[in-house]
């Protein structure tokens, strides 16, 4: 596939457009054109029709930001990457909302160079089949967002909640979210709703449901207009769900909603595992603990010889605080992974934890609301849909990949 993949460059820098042209040859990508910002972008692109731009986004950045948003206009089928030496949350950000599919930080491996084209490649492709027509499969797929952290107390299940809510009422999309912490699963009490029916009721009755109405009467109804399928009330009824079980609930969720947010208890069980293998995005939950650090380690090791995609697994860091004396370049080393986003303490949260109220419903304002509501938005490249249709879902189908985590 490398071989037959074009690519042109935008990069105002001659210098840099040697480098980068260097690695991509390397790689087996034929670069067939360059070009710096602005017109003469537009002009090559149009007549070149790459399968992939790359834009390089440097200070001042306002150009390339600019020339992004005008390539995703004049060849929205063509999948840009912005490459930059700014490794900032923000300029991320930026970049995904001017339209670009991937950002890549220099200096670049040829290995993550390589599987970032390879990566939005993919999606286009999905893309393409989705559009195929009405009845294929992908088009009626939604996303899985899997929360997971390798140690209790961190506040997974409130990051869990509160992405469920957002998505819910912010970006005003259809989402349920799981509890697959069929022991001591939290999420419905943490929403204060108490379930009728729990995820095993559902397991138990898989093969009966026939219809979107048959499955609401396994689910219970939160204000915010979330549906939750809740874990047992009682740890006696603790069983074990099997991993057909796990892909069967996913799938069925996934043909009714356009988000399934999975919570997950602190173990890699065999209903974990598979929730993670689903998975369209991982949300990795670490603190600047010693031993959720040290777990944390253990669990990217396990991913590692699993093969999962290092797209889809990011590292969040959830209540980051100034007063920690360990910072997230300290964890990016130990770890040897980068991190993708911080959660910002907030004692608003805990307060809204204890009440059963998600902190984005009943103080979105406040830091940890705002990043959680960034976050989404990061993820998504965009703000809040007006058009009806899930402007999450583009983006983040090309977390589907599986392969190896680098």
Known sequence: M?????????????????????????????????AGYGQESFALSKELSPDVVIVSVEEPIARALRTIESLAIVAPETPIIAVSSQGGREYLRK????????????????????????????VEEKKKLSQAGPDNEIAHSGSIITVFGAKGGIGKTTLATNIS????????????????????GGAAVMMDVVPQRSVLDLAQALDEIDSKEALKSFLTMHESGVAIVAAPLRPDEEQVLSAEQIKKILNLLTQSFDYVIVDTPPMLTEAVVTALEESTMVLLVTSLEIVCIKNTKLCLEMMKSSEFSSDKVKLVINRANAANSLKAQDL?????????????????????????????QVSPNSKAAQSIIELLETIGGARKSTAGGSFL????????GKVVLE
């Open 2 to 34: 490398a071989r037959n993949v074009s690519v042109i460059l935008i990069e105002e820098a001659r210098d840099s457009r040697t480098s980068l042209k260097r690695q991509l040859a390397m790689a087996d990508f034929a670069v067939i054109g360059e």
């Open 95 to 122: 970049a995904m909302l001017a339209g670009a599919r991937e950002y890549l930080t220099t200096p670049l491996r040829q290995d993550e160079l390589r599987e970032a084209i390879l990566s939005v490649l993919r």
């Open 165 to 184: 809510v957002a998505i819910a009422t912010t970006l005003e999309q259809q989402a349920v979210l799981v509890d697959l912490d069929t022991q001591f």
């Open 332 to 360: 990016e080393t130990t770890l040897g992974y980068p991190v993708f986003w911080k959660v910002p303490f907030d004692m608003e949260a805990a307060v809204s934890a204890q009440l059963g109220r998600p902190l984005v």
């Open 393 to 400: 879902g583009g983006f983040m189908n090309r977390f589907k």
